[in-house]
């Protein structure tokens, strides 16, 4: 950059997990026991002889994460599948496939990490970030999950639209089910929502 507004900041970014990194150490180094953080931004890459700018969308999830708005939730820890159901609860409306990660998103860690894939190809990832990059950062040795893809690579079948929040307290209801072995944990899943029935975290 010919006039950064600091030497921090310099260079084009080529992730916005850099700048979401950075606002978790600041807020560890101060008392913090657990982040949620997102960023919606522009991040850059090489492209021949040139620079490709894109719009990236990014999120970091860290440490014990706040429980949800019901007086009996309980906290739970930042790890791969909370990560992976919080992206497909919001992207519930656009289709989209999960991919082993390739090798070259070596922020990843190499065993908890996934592609996201529109129609036109791959669209960013997502996963447990590497232990080795915590520690460079400074970040506490707790799970830490993370993901980066570029919106406009997904396929919106309509615009999307806010949807308000219940007036009324959340409910929760403990449900004790005898299934046979042959009907797989998709099939009941998918009639429990088929009925209204969408918090399905505790079935086992």
């Known amino acids: 950059v010919a006039n950064p507004l600091s030497a921090d900041w310099a260079f084009l970014r080529t992730t916005l997990l850099i700048g979401l990194l950075r606002s978790a150490a600041l807020n560890f180094n101060r008392g913090a ?14 492209a021949g002889a040139g620079v490709q700018e894109t ?27 909370a990560l992976k159901g919080l992206l497909e ?12 990660a390739q090798a070259r998103a070596r922020h990843y860690h190499p065993k908890a990490s996934l592609e996201l ?3 036109k190809g791959p669209a960013g990832g997502a996963g447990l970030l590497h232990p080795e990059l915590l520690s ?26 806010f949807t308000p929040f219940s007036p009324f307290p959340a409910i929760e209801r403990d449900l004790s089910l005898l299934i046979g072995e042959r009907h797989p944990y998709a099939e009941l899943a998918a ?12 079935i086992a």
């Open 117 to 119: 894939h529109g129609a």
């Open 33 to 46: 026991g657990g982040l949620r953080l997102f960023e919606i931004g522009r991040a850059y890459a090489p």
């Open 89 to 100: 609860t919001a992207l519930r409306a656009v289709p989209f496939t999960w991919r082993p």
């Open 136 to 161: 460079r950062w400074g970040l506490p040795a707790l799970e830490a999950a993370a993901f980066e893809f570029e919106p406009f690579a997904l396929p919106y079948p309509e615009r999307p639209r």
């Open 55 to 81: 719009v990236r969308f990014a999120g970091l999830l860290i440490g014990p994460q706040p429980p949800r708005a019901h007086w009996r939730a309980r906290r739970e820890e930042a790890d791969f599948y």
């Open 191 to 202: 009639c429990l929502r088929a009925r209204g029935i969408t918090a399905l975290s505790r």
